[in-house]
Every structure is written in structure tokens, then in C-alpha cells.
């Protein structure tokens, strides 16, 4: 095992331990609620991001794009209550996570997602919105929603197969 | 219920389930891709019926009716699949039956709903009185059945007979 010269994962394990995240992480019922806090999370978010990608590809054809944007507050809402308990699953056992090929491609994909999302607003969301209610918006919108829906299939993907890579599974591409 | 468990423990099918490296994970992730096809579409639904949205026609979200079946056979499936591999682990645990009932609860307000809320939107008349109650009901639902599922994990008692 090469030393990190970014992250001390025996640094982050203390400072939890230290802010009391550890001992409540490691309660009879912590970890399980948070696990179900993560899950309502990513059913807001694919609720609401993933049937407006599926909208602009084509699905469920008259309903209304701009009407329908109006769920992705929801989606933003469950995205931060799952990095917030996401968080607190890394802090409380960084080894397990830190080094997980599962967690740091999940991570880049959601910051692909992330990028997606500001490039859609940039340069294709004033033309969505002009979308008829029965009509599919501009090529690059659809561009957009499918990268984001394979983005977050892929998050999905990663989430489950975390734990087939514990250690010693040991991967630090920075080290 | 002993003998039955260790009957299915010892078909090949359980056991491929248990012993290939692969098999277990990839009924997850298609559990997982089957549970959010299904839920996510639950949620956008029940929104939607709460007024949220409430510029979308209604009755066009039918539309995304489809995707929800397919997300549950999905989920069917793959749960078969994954009960198959370790049944005593799931059918002697109650919090089995509460997802199961929180699910089927859930897909049931959802039929109601369109054959109540979503028909009369689709030919102009208000929605019924309930509808915002069952959207609710059904909002609550999705989201126990989701968290029923997240514990079966951890409230387990019996993880094979034989």
C-alpha cells in the first residue's frame, strides 16, 4: 500500500470520532437510517431528474417539459440528503470507502452529471422550454438527458457494488 | 418451512446465486435499476396528483406507465432471483412482508389513482375528492417500502437453514 499524499483516511476516522459522527454512525440503529436516508435521497433525485431525462427522450409524450421541470427541486433536495449521509458513511470508515474503485467512480460520475447538468441550462434549457407539449426538444437537449440518465444508472450501478471492494482491495490512482 | 428452505437452499439455482462471483451483484444492480424505474415513477406521479407541476396534463403521465411495469418485472425478477439465493434470509424476517405490503400497497393507490384522478383529468372533470389523500398515501408507501427494503439488511436473524 503506497502512501497517500492527498487524504489521511486515519485523520478523517479520528476527526469523526472526535465529532461524535463515528459513534452515532456506530449505533445499534445509526448506519441503517442513514442507509435509508441515502435510499429516499436517490428516489427523489432518479424520481424527478431521471423521468425528466426520460420525458426529453421521448417518454410520456404531452407532458409538459417546462411544468415538469418544476419537480427537480424535489431531485436537488434528495441529492443533498444523500451526499450528506453519504458523507457521513465515508468519514466513519474511510479505509472501507476512500480507496473503493465502486465509490471513486461513482463520484466522477456524479460530477459528470453534475458538469451535464450546467451544460444544459448553458446552452440547451431556453430551447426545451419551447418545446411543444407533444413534440421532443432540440437534439442536444436529448444529447444532454441521456448522458444524465446513463450517469445516474451508472451512480446506482456503483452504490451497489461498493462492497464487493473492500479492502484489500486497495486502489489509489493519486498515490 | 425448514425442509422447504433447504430444498431451494440446494438447487443449483441457490447455489449459483450464493457461489458465483457475479450473479448475486447483478440481481442487485437490476433490482436496484427495477426499484427506482418503478418507485421514481411512483413518486413523479404522486407529485404530480399533489400539484406539483400541476402545468402537465395529468392524464399524459400515463405515459410513463410503461417504464413503471417494466422497472417492476424488473424488480420481480431479480428479487425472485435474490430470494431464491437465500430464502430463509428474507421470508422468516417480518420486515420482508412490510416491504412487500408497502410496495403492493403503493401499486395499488397508483391504479387507483389512474382510474380515479388521472380518468376524470383526461376527460376534464375535477379530480376526486381523495385523490391529494391517496397521492399522499401512496408518496408514504413508496418511501416504506424503499426504507423496509434498505433494513432487510439489518434486522436478519436467519441467513440459511441447511
Not at chain 1, 462492497?163 to 493519486?174: E, G, V
Request: one cysteine or more; glycine letters at 10%; a positive charge.
Amino acid at each position: 500500500m503506497g502512501a497517500d499524499p492527498l487524504l489521511d483516511a486515519s485523520a478523517i476516522a479520528q476527526w469523526a470520532r472526535e465529532t461524535g459522527i463515528a459513534g452515532m454512525m456506530t449505533s445499534r440503529w445509526g448506519w441503517p437510517i442513514a442507509e435509508v436516508f441515502h435510499f429516499f435521497g436517490l428516489c427523489l433525485l432518479f424520481g424527478t431528474v431521471g423521468f425528466f431525462d426520460l420525458r426529453m427522450l421521448g417518454v410520456a409524450r404531452g407532458v409538459r417539459l417546462k411544468a415538469l421541470h418544476r419537480l427537480i427541486p424535489f431531485g436537488l433536495a434528495g441529492f443533498a440528503i444523500s451526499v450528506t449521509t453519504g458523507f457521513l458513511f465515508v468519514v466513519t470508515a474511510p479505509d472501507q470507502y476512500l480507496y473503493n474503485p465502486a465509490l471513486q467512480t461513482k463520484l466522477a460520475l456524479m460530477l459528470l452529471a453534475g458538469l451535464n447538468m450546467v451544460a444544459f441550462y448553458a446552452i440547451a434549457a431556453r430551447r426545451t422550454w419551447l418545446t411543444d407539449d407533444d413534440g421532443l426538444p432540440p437534439v442536444r437537449a436529448r444529447l444532454f438527458a441521456a448522458i444524465s440518465l446513463v450517469c445516474w444508472l451508472g451512480v446506482i450501478t456503483c452504490g451497489r457494488v461498493i462492497t464487493a471492494f473492500r479492502p484489500p482491495w486497495y486502489w489509489c490512482f493519486w498515490c | 418451512m425448514s425442509g422447504f428452505f433447504t430444498f431451494i437452499e440446494q438447487s443449483w439455482l441457490s447455489v449459483w446465486m450464493r457461489e458465483d462471483p457475479y450473479a448475486y451483484f447483478i440481481a442487485l444492480i437490476f433490482h436496484a435499476f427495477g426499484m427506482a424505474l418503478l418507485v421514481g415513477g411512483g413518486i413523479v406521479i404522486s407529485l404530480r396528483v399533489l400539484g406539483v407541476g400541476s402545468g402537465a396534463a395529468l392524464h399524459r403521465f400515463r405515459g410513463f406507465f410503461p417504464v413503471m411495469w417494466v422497472g417492476a418485472a424488473m424488480a420481480i425478477l431479480s428479487g425472485l432471483l435474490l430470494l431464491w439465493g437465500y430464502p430463509a434470509k428474507a421470508l422468516t424476517n417480518p420486515v420482508f412482508a412490510i416491504k412487500f405490503a408497502c410496495l403492493a400497497g403503493a401499486v395499488l393507490l397508483v391504479r387507483t389513482l389512474s382510474r380515479g384522478a388521472i380518468t376524470a383529468a383526461a376527460s376534464g372533470e375535477p379530480l376526486p375528492r381523495n385523490s391529494r389523500t391517496l397521492a399522499g398515501l401512496a408518496l408514504v408507501l413508496w418511501l416504506a417500502g424503499v426504507a423496509a427494503g434498505k433494513l432487510l439488511l439489518h434486522t436478519y436473524t436467519i441467513l440459511m437453514v441447511s
